[in-house]
């Protein structure tokens, strides 16, 4: 999707989705954020980036490393674990056992 259609789906103007685009730095305001995720049909966690989720300051207690890492090993494998989703508890439960097998090997 270009930025002219987005502005037109969001009613965002363009030029706040362009300045936003050009200043990577920049987190959008909540309700921007919400009307861009929903019209590219992401999270809110994909639209921001991953270090905008989790703000290292000292008082956030949700800032550990195994919180880090554990958010790096869902966005590596969000596409999979959607997919999974769509499918049936079966198909699920043969693919778990199927990657458990071949990681035993």
Excluded at 60 to 68: A, F, G, I, R, V
Excluded at 74 to 84: D, G, P, T, V
Aim: net charge neutral; glycine share 2%.
């Amino acid at each position: 999707m270009n930025i002219k259609t987005l502005s037109v789906i969001t009613g965002i103007p363009y030029t706040t989705i362009t300045n936003g685009k050009n200043r990577p730095d920049s987190i959008p305001s909540a309700d921007v954020a919400i009307k861009i995720s929903k019209a590219l049909n992401k999270s809110l966690e994909w639209l921001l980036g991953e270090s905008s989720v989790l703000p290292k300051t000292p008082n956030n207690p949700e800032n550990s490393d195994k919180t880090l890492q554990e958010l790096n090993l869902y966005h590596k494998y969000e596409r999979m674990i959607s997919a999974l989703e769509m499918c049936s508890v079966r198909t699920q439960e043969a693919f778990i056992n199927m990657s458990l097998a071949i990681s035993e090997k």
